[in-house]
């Protein structure tokens, strides 16, 4: 093979080399965010219950001391 051959061989491996790289650069990164999307979507769903859980606790503790309240005042008459 001759100089100007063996130069077109190297180019087009560099080439080809940094393609390969880019692509894999991609789908690495692509996998990361998609990793990202969904941690993200799963802790969004427990603060959800966690929020809705407390407004349910807070809810029933302010309905329960008023319950008691009529019961007592019913049991004072």
Do not use: C, N, W
């Not at 692509?23 to 809705?52: P, S």
């Not at 606790?57 to 007592?72: F, G, H, I, Q």
Request: aromatic share 2%; no cysteine; hydrophobic share 40%.
């Amino acid at each position: 093979m001759g100089e100007k051959e063996t130069k077109k061989a190297e180019t087009h491996f560099r080439k080809a080399q940094a393609k390969a790289e880019g692509e894999a650069g991609t789908i690495a990164y692509t996998a990361a965010r998609d990793a990202v999307i969904t941690r993200t979507a799963k802790l969004r769903e427990e603060r959800l219950m966690r929020e809705a859980t407390l407004a349910e606790e807070a809810e029933t503790a302010a309905v329960t001391p008023a319950k008691r309240s009529k019961k007592k005042a019913a049991g004072a008459e």
